[in-house]
């Protein structure tokens, strides 16, 4: 074991200094929303936002003042949000701390990964690949230090399956206590990335009642430790009850929180779809070599499984066939949002471990795996530096942010109050004028169906100071051509307009 503990401290220490590589040596971890869904992002940032602004309880998240609501919504259990709204001080919310904290899971999932991948294998090289795999895809890379869940969700399942791991070879219950806490964490941050929790499920379940036993050791100690791993699934559960009940109550309709399966979509999305797995995201989920190598490993890990230890294969085709499934059922958001297919990436790991714990048994092989995949991974590591490199300098939604923060300093001296409440028109992505100008202190009533002078009088009624008309978007909105304003400031290309 002390083996076990000195490799993992050592590979996790080298793997971590590659990744502050990759964020330019912690640049990237003071930065705003920015890049590749900067939208999503300051959804993120938003919740800590408004925890830290109102300091709201953990059950009571809220983001964006839309319409006239106070932004009441909910997805994902917001407690990354929560805990960087505490941890921000009492100057003003420090929105880094997100990134501070979904970096935390990164690092403690490379500590654990690494002891329990190289006490299977038993090799220094092919057990540092497979835990870095994650860290070779560009979308992993970019978002595990972000404002969204995913890579936080991604790296409690692979932490909690690695814990469990230690549970099952060594029968301590601490072990089975720290894995049912990763496993609830990841499936209230993100109930799609559970796939591998589920097929533990099914494998005890075999070994507990059909009496087959799948590994050397025992899956489940007791009929007692049966029950507490259901643990997960019930909160899981529990959380999306009350998640729909949230925002039934608050009216909210901010978030899908049903399937959006391939088959409703029409030909051409269907079309795209396919498209963004093939050919718009590709070579940033991994290299293109790098993902054909993973696709044939998935194969030859079934194959091999099934040769050696045909239970094995049989859960890993129902492992993949789950995913299949899942991926199916919310195809609509898989196209749109490149971060959805992260929680994918268990599967590649899990298959490489079972092709690398078969094949090493035989000299040659832990002779020749290694001398394969070093160049690769090395390969990898650079590519991935410069892909990433370019998303952070990606300028897509976030450009007209920047351009509207500049003016902010200009606004109070104009005679715009705090909270007083504005409308921006024009804006390509609502999301980040929303976020962009709540972290001054200025309210933002976002009208999605703005249709004309009578919600304008409507907005009237309720507030409305001050419009924001985006650079060359006035002529879009004639509506507003014989509004009496009391006074009108061009300021970079933005017309703010005092009602």
Same mark, same amino acid.
């Given at each position: 074991?002390?083996?076990?503990? #000195?490799?993992?401290?050592?590979?996790?220490?080298?793997?971590?200094?590659?990744?502050?590589?990759?964020?330019?040596?912690?640049?990237?971890?003071?930065?705003?929303?920015?890049?590749?869904?900067?939208?999503?992002?300051?959804?993120?940032?938003?919740?800590?936002?408004?925890?830290?602004?109102?300091?709201?309880?953990?059950?009571?998240?809220?983001?964006?003042?839309?319409?006239?609501?106070?932004?009441?919504?909910?997805?994902?259990?917001?407690?990354?949000?929560?805990?960087?709204? %505490?941890?921000?001080?009492?100057?003003?919310?420090?929105?880094?701390?997100?990134?501070?904290?979904?970096?935390?899971?990164?690092?403690?999932?490379?500590?654990?990964?690494?002891?329990?991948? =190289?006490?299977?294998? %038993?090799?220094?090289?092919?057990?540092?690949?497979?835990?870095?795999?994650?860290?070779?895809? /560009? /979308?992993?890379?970019?978002?595990?230090?972000?404002?969204?869940?995913?890579?936080?969700?991604?790296?409690?399942?692979?932490?909690?399956?690695?814990?469990?791991? =230690?549970?099952?070879?060594?029968?301590?219950?601490?072990?089975?206590?720290?894995?049912?806490?990763?496993?609830?964490?990841?499936?209230?941050?993100?109930?799609?990335?559970?796939?591998?929790?589920?097929?533990? *499920?099914?494998?005890?379940?075999?070994?507990?009642?059909?009496?087959?036993?799948?590994?050397?050791?025992?899956?489940?100690?007791?009929?007692?430790?049966?029950?507490? *791993?259901?643990?997960?699934?019930?909160?899981?559960?529990?959380?999306?009850?009350?998640? %729909?009940?949230?925002?039934?109550?608050?009216?909210?309709?901010?978030?899908?929180?049903?399937?959006?399966?391939?088959?409703?979509?029409?030909?051409?999305?269907?079309?795209?779809?396919?498209?963004?797995?093939?050919?718009?995201?590709?070579?940033?989920?991994?290299?293109?070599?790098?993902?054909?190598?993973?696709?044939?490993?998935?194969?030859?890990?079934?194959?091999?499984?099934?040769?050696?230890?045909?239970?094995?294969?049989?859960?890993?085709?129902?492992?993949?066939?789950?995913?299949?499934?899942? #991926?199916?059922?919310?195809?609509?958001?898989?196209?749109?949002?490149?971060?959805?297919?992260?929680?994918?990436?268990? *599967?590649?790991?899990?298959?490489?471990?079972?092709?690398?714990?078969?094949?090493?048994?035989?000299?040659?092989?832990?002779?020749?795996?290694?001398?394969?995949?070093?160049?690769?991974?090395?390969?990898?590591?650079?590519?991935?530096?410069?892909?990433?490199?370019?998303?952070?300098?990606?300028?897509?939604?976030?450009?007209?942010?920047?351009?509207?923060?500049?003016?902010?300093?200009?606004?109070?001296?104009?005679?715009?109050?705090?909270?007083?409440?504005?409308?921006?028109?024009?804006?390509?992505?609502?999301?980040?004028?929303?976020?962009?100008?709540?972290?001054?202190?200025?309210?933002?009533?976002?009208?999605?169906? =703005?249709?004309?002078?009578?919600?304008?009088?409507?907005?009237?009624?309720?507030?409305?100071?001050?419009?924001?008309?985006?650079?060359?978007?006035?002529?879009?909105?004639?509506?507003?051509?014989?509004?009496?304003?009391?006074?009108?400031?061009?300021?970079?290309?933005?017309?703010?307009?005092?009602?």
């Amino acid at each position: 074991m002390k083996k076990t503990i #000195t490799y993992a401290l050592l590979s996790t220490a080298l793997q971590l200094t590659i990744l502050l590589a990759f964020y330019n040596l912690n640049k990237e971890f003071n930065k705003a929303p920015h890049s590749v869904h900067t939208w999503r992002q300051c959804d993120g940032a938003s919740f800590g936002l408004h925890y830290y602004t109102y300091g709201n309880s953990l059950f009571h998240p809220q983001f964006y003042n839309i319409e006239f609501s106070n932004g009441e919504a909910v997805s994902e259990f917001p407690i990354i949000y929560w805990l960087a709204a %505490k941890l921000s001080g009492t100057s003003h919310f420090q929105a880094e701390w997100i990134r501070y904290l979904s970096f935390l899971f990164v690092a403690i999932y490379l500590l654990i990964a690494n002891a329990a991948i =190289f006490d299977i294998i %038993k090799s220094y090289t092919l057990s540092f690949y497979t835990a870095f795999l994650p860290f070779l895809s /560009v /979308v992993f890379c970019f978002y595990s230090n972000n404002f969204l869940p995913d890579v936080p969700a991604t790296c409690a399942i692979l932490t909690a399956l690695s814990m469990y791991y =230690f549970y099952v070879k060594n029968s301590n219950g601490l072990w089975l206590m720290l894995s049912l806490f990763f496993f609830t964490l990841a499936g209230l941050l993100k109930i799609t990335v559970l796939v591998p929790y589920f097929i533990l *499920l099914l494998a005890a379940f075999i070994e507990l009642f059909l009496g087959k036993k799948i590994f050397h050791s025992a899956l489940i100690k007791s009929y007692k430790h049966a029950v507490m *791993l259901l643990l997960p699934l019930l909160l899981a559960a529990a959380w999306i009850v009350f998640l %729909k009940t949230y925002n039934t109550h608050y009216d909210s309709h901010y978030f899908l929180t049903k399937t959006f399966p391939y088959w409703e979509l029409d030909d051409y999305h269907k079309s795209e779809f396919w498209e963004a797995f093939t050919v718009r995201w590709s070579d940033d989920y991994f290299s293109r070599v790098t993902g054909k190598i993973t696709l044939i490993v998935i194969v030859f890990s079934m194959v091999i499984a099934f040769v050696k230890k045909r239970i094995v294969g049989w859960l890993l085709l129902v492992f993949l066939l789950l995913q299949i499934t899942i #991926t199916t059922l919310f195809a609509g958001q898989y196209y749109i949002h490149d971060y959805y297919a992260i929680a994918l990436v268990s *599967l590649p790991i899990i298959a490489y471990i079972t092709l690398f714990y078969f094949l090493s048994r035989k000299l040659i092989w832990r002779i020749l795996l290694p001398l394969i995949f070093i160049p690769y991974l090395i390969s990898d590591i650079f590519y991935t530096k410069e892909k990433l490199q370019l998303r952070f300098e990606t300028k897509w939604e976030d450009e007209w942010s920047e351009k509207l923060a500049k003016c902010t300093p200009e606004l109070e001296k104009i005679g715009l109050l705090k909270n007083d409440k504005i409308l921006v028109l024009g804006d390509p992505s609502s999301c980040i004028s929303l976020y962009t100008l709540q972290r001054k202190g200025w309210t933002q009533m976002n009208f999605y169906f =703005f249709k004309g002078i009578d919600d304008i009088d409507f907005m009237k009624r309720h507030g409305l100071a001050w419009v924001v008309f985006f650079p060359d978007t006035r002529n879009k909105f004639p509506v507003w051509d014989n509004m009496k304003f009391k006074k009108t400031i061009l300021i970079n290309g933005f017309e703010f307009a005092q009602l």
